[in-house]
């Protein structure tokens, strides 16, 4: 099994900067692509940023130019640099990972979620 723990998450005002790491754990595995999503209150799910382990990213269009989604393969954790932060990007935040897994009778593929961590910004 593998284990997504995201970390790095709180209260910031605006215009602040925070960074949020999604470190996996686990059975022996790679990632193949990974992203970050968030939800907010009443709003539904949305992807924030995603990278693959090549590092070819995407972004949602609400966070382009202000956020950066980075990956370290050595450390199988990943990053969202988060700049110039509004109050519209208060949500929970989660971690998902398309991974490949290499378990002791087979390889699969797996998606992974974390279990989400909270960042306000407010002042």
């Known amino acids: 099994q593998v284990q997504l723990v995201e970390s790095g998450g709180g209260l910031v005002q605006p215009g602040g900067s925070l960074r949020l790491s999604c470190a996996a754990s686990?059975?022996?595995?790679?990632?193949?692509?990974a992203g970050w999503y968030r939800q907010a209150p009443g709003k539904q799910r949305e992807l924030v940023a995603a990278?693959?382990?090549?590092?070819?990213?995407n972004y949602g269009d609400s966070v382009k130019g202000r956020f950066t989604i980075s990956i370290d393969n050595a450390r199988n954790t990943v990053y969202l640099q988060m700049n110039s932060l509004k109050p519209d990007d208060t949500a929970v935040y989660y971690c998902?990972?398309?991974?490949?897994?290499?378990?002791?009778?087979?390889?699969?593929?797996?998606?992974?979620w974390g279990q989400g961590i909270q960042v306000t910004v407010s002042s």
């Open positions: 990278i693959t382990s090549g590092g070819s990213t």
């Open positions: 998902n990972a398309d991974l490949t897994v290499r378990g002791l009778a087979r390889t699969y593929r797996n998606n992974n």
């Open positions: 686990g059975s022996s595995f790679s990632i193949n692509t």
